[in-house]
């Protein structure tokens, strides 16, 4: 039987591209797996960003940390990694919306039911809608950029791009809202091997015990508080610099 | 130009439940036979390693398990008159993709439908009187009873394990089970699995009310299990990571846990996997098929002949492979006439979510199928005459995760964001459940399946194009159960409760449910169906075609117990055939 060349390549969410599979394979008289065979994710870790310049990186940070602020709760977006997430996502299949349907003509007033009906990728609605962001800002707040707005300034501007009241130039201020807030969740609540959800801050402040796999022990004890500490798929940090598990 | 191979006794398109079942079948029958899959190859060692498989980023949200809308989406309109667009991204509904195909990332509700799911027509007109059907409806009895499926149901049940409590045992109710449901022929082969909090306070509330819950049949298996194939599965540990993933525990039955270890050892069979079947080739008559065509990853063509030849994709892609080659008349809505495309359905959803002042129901343990049901207003078991609707639902508390991207609920009227959202989420995802209602569709003259003229797959070929909205009798329907699930949820003790309806279009964006059936559909008449009681076609006798596809309207449960015991009744009809090839039924 020939391999596919799928099987050397890295899971899907990762950075790296991802091929469907190379070649078509024959199957027959054993299943054809390999023992200590499987596609785990790169795991991610801070770096430069890869696709943010220091300015994008400067407005999404700004709007993940008004999106999910860091409060008496605990980290939010912003320090959880949320935006090293987003970078290292774009730059991925997802970033250019790789495994999609993508082939025109795209209509110019699709029916809501029909949903994503965009020829923009991830890629260009963060490029293009930041610049449009930016521009907006720099000529109703004095020349200031987002990130250069107060708490409050920012989170009006928030709510009327989630509304889609404010007018960017030259782009729909609802579809960038949508990106970041989509973006945000993900980022502050995967697995924190994607580079956010940062010491599990998002699994903590819900409850969520992570990757642990095994909740028989929870459902022969109904209504009662579950108590270990959440496991993501590298474990967590006390398994690896000594502390008790 | 294609290349010819050596011909094979039985050529199956699709290598998930149903084309695996028949493959094995068919094989120990020393027949030679040849899966083709466009997917991958996946196995649980490798591919659902327990390491990588639960991630939720990388499996729920990016959807890797699933065919990508890339390689082949379905375009969309709510009706005629508007102009369908393609499905960019899933989201409604996700067709798998791969070897194990849906069987693999499904739920494992595994439920058998009413006895009277299989003559509503009847039934509803000579209890009620023609006035309750809805307008413009096409549904139809199907052209098998349930009495006939239930040894079938019986074998797909022990093939895969499935965890319950027998309700009716050839006629004798049973305490702990489905009161309601169809006399079976003895016990599922495993107990239920435990029930968690929230099943615990619907039982109660339930049983209050003199309705009539138990534990939902399950194949997230209870117990160790080894089936009659010889395949061994292990105790589901309640890890929250079954819809949309593989089980790395060997706990959910699927074609990789149940058939494919078995299958693979079997000398007569060969799977090919990415491989695009793109035609069902007929010979010069239109009433034999020669065998398949298929395009490999390098773009080669292949031509794949077989006496026989097994339509086994998921059930929306089997009806456009016909409708591509030429097999049935298509469906016009406008003149009413042709098979291919009609009756399609789907599942509705409605409920209520309760939210409790206080109660730790631990969302994260869960499994696919844990939950606690109830078939009170399900089918016909209730009193249609006050109501003015055909169909049911079941009504079920469930949790199938707790996985925090998609699920971290808040209540009603909490900001989006910002520190009231974090803290809204950070108290309430402990103490929230929900009751729903999962709905039957009917058929209609207006929600059909037809080839788009626009937009085109990666080969060249027409999309499939998907005309559907619900309709008055379901939004009626789906809306009087909301309401019962809503009592129970404060019978529950739910502090507050938000009510969830069929409301606006039905829309591709949320997902709701991968339960597309019809366009295949298998009855009495060639007239009104593609496929006879056998699941053969009326017009080329040397095809069969499995799957959801061949549902003439769809009921109030999740489809794949039905599917599967339809593949063992189709066998039989496989078994006659191939004693004595011709039409099973005479037109």
């Not at chain 1, 782009?171 to 010491?199: K, W």
């Amino acid at each position: 039987m020939t391999r596919s060349t799928r099987r050397q390549l890295l899971s899907a969410t990762a950075f790296l591209a991802f091929a469907n599979s190379a070649c078509a394979r024959t199957v027959s008289g054993s299943l054809p797996w390999q023992p200590n065979e499987a596609y785990p994710p790169s795991p991610l870790h801070p770096g430069p960003y890869l696709f943010f310049s220091p300015t994008e990186a400067a407005a999404v940070d700004a709007m993940v940390a008004r999106l999910i602020p860091t409060d008496d709760l605990g980290p939010g977006a912003k320090d959880a990694g949320v935006t090293f997430f987003i970078d290292r996502q774009l730059t991925g299949p997802y970033g250019g919306h790789d495994w999609l349907y993508m082939q025109g003509p795209f209509s110019a007033n699709p029916l809501p039911s029909q949903g994503l009906q965009s020829e923009l990728t991830p890629r260009q609605q963060y490029r293009l809608g930041l610049a449009a962001l930016s521009s907006y800002c720099k000529t109703t707040f004095n020349g200031r950029g987002f990130a250069e707005l107060s708490g409050d300034e920012q989170d009006k501007l928030l709510a009327g791009m989630e509304k889609g009241d404010v007018k960017l130039p030259g782009f729909e201020s609802r579809m960038l809202f949508q990106a970041v807030y989509a973006n945000t969740m993900e980022g502050f609540f995967a697995d924190p091997i994607y580079g956010g959800n940062r010491d599990m801050a998002g699994w903590k402040l819900v409850g969520f015990p992570g990757v642990r796999y095994d909740y028989r022990d929870v459902i022969a004890k109904p209504n009662q508080a579950y108590t270990l500490p959440p496991v993501g798929m590298q474990g967590r940090p006390a398994w690896t610099v000594g502390e008790k598990p | 130009m294609s290349r010819r191979l050596p011909a094979k006794d039985v050529v199956i398109v699709g290598l998930g439940w149903t084309g695996s079942i028949l493959a094995l079948e068919l094989a120990r029958l020393g027949l030679d036979v040849v899966a083709i899959e466009r997917g991958p190859w996946r196995d649980t060692a490798a591919d659902f390693n327990i390491g990588t498989a639960p991630d939720e980023l990388r499996y729920a949200v990016r959807q890797e398990l699933f065919l990508r809308p890339k390689q082949e989406s379905i375009t969309m309109r709510n009706n005629t008159t508007q102009t369908a667009l393609p499905i960019r991204k899933w989201g409604s509904f996700l067709p798998g993709n791969g070897v194990g195909g849906a069987g693999t990332h499904w739920n494992g509700q595994t439920w058998r439908f009413l006895p009277d799911d299989f003559r509503i027509r009847s039934h509803m007109i000579e209890r009620y009187g023609a006035a309750i059907m809805p307008k413009d409806n096409t549904i139809q009895d199907w052209p098998v009873s349930y009495a006939e499926l239930e040894p079938y149901y019986d074998r797909f049940e022990y093939m895969a394990g499935i965890s319950g409590k027998a309700g009716n045992i050839k006629g004798q109710i049973q305490p702990g089970g489905n009161a309601l449901e169809g006399p079976r022929a003895r016990d599922y082969p495993t107990p239920p699995l435990r029930q968690g909090y929230a099943q615990e306070l619907f039982t109660k509330a339930a049983t209050e009310k003199g309705l009539h819950p138990f534990p939902r049949p399950s194949a997230n298996l209870s117990n160790a299990y080894t089936n009659p194939y010889g395949c061994s599965m292990g105790p589901c540990t309640y890890c929250g990571f079954c819809e949309w993933f593989g089980c790395a525990n060997y706990s959910k039955a699927s074609p990789q846990t149940c058939v494919l270890p078995a299958l693979v050892r079997e000398p007569t069979f060969e799977a090919r996997t990415d491989c695009e079947v793109t035609k069902v080739n007929l010979a010069a008559d239109g009433k034999t098929a020669t065998g398949v065509t298929y395009v490999d990853l390098h773009g080669q063509e292949w031509e794949q002949p077989a006496s026989l030849v097994l339509v086994c994709a998921f059930s929306l892609f089997n009806v456009r492979l016909l409708l591509l080659s030429g097999i049935g008349k298509p469906y016009d809505p406008n003149t009413n006439e042709g098979v291919v495309g009609r009756n399609y359905a789907y599942q509705t959803g409605s409920g209520s979510t309760a939210f409790f002042e206080d109660a730790k129901f631990n969302p994260f343990a869960a499994a696919g199928s844990l939950g606690a049901a109830l078939d009170d207003y399900n089918s016909d078991n209730f009193d249609h005459a006050p109501h003015g609707f055909v169909g049911g639902a079941s009504i079920t508390a469930a949790y199938t995760n707790g996985r925090p991207i998609n699920y971290h609920p808040t209540p009603p009227g909490t900001p989006t964001w910002g520190s009231a959202w974090k803290k809204a989420v950070h108290e309430t995802y402990q103490r929230v459940t929900s009751v729903g209602a999962q709905g039957s569709v009917m058929s209609y003259r207006g929600n059909y399946l037809d080839l788009d003229p626009t937009y085109k797959d990666p080969l060249g070929r027409p999309l499939m194009r998907m005309t559907f909205d619900y309709q008055d009798n379901e939004r009626k329907m789906a809306g009087f159960m909301a309401d019962r699930c809503d009592e129970i949820a404060k019978a529950m003790g739910a502090k507050q409760t938000q009510v969830k309806k069929l409301v606006g279009p039905w829309s591709v964006v949320p997902y709701q449910t991968t339960h597309n059936t019809g366009g295949a559909v298998m009855g009495n008449d060639p007239k009104t169906s593609v496929l006879n009681r056998y699941l053969q076609s009326w017009d080329v006798s040397n095809v069969f075609v499995m799957g959801a596809s061949a549902f003439p309207q769809n009921a109030g449960y999740n489809p794949t117990g039905t599917v599967g015991a339809l593949t063992y009744w189709a066998l039989e009809g496989i078994k006659t055939y191939l004693k004595s090839p011709g039409p099973l039924v005479q037109a």
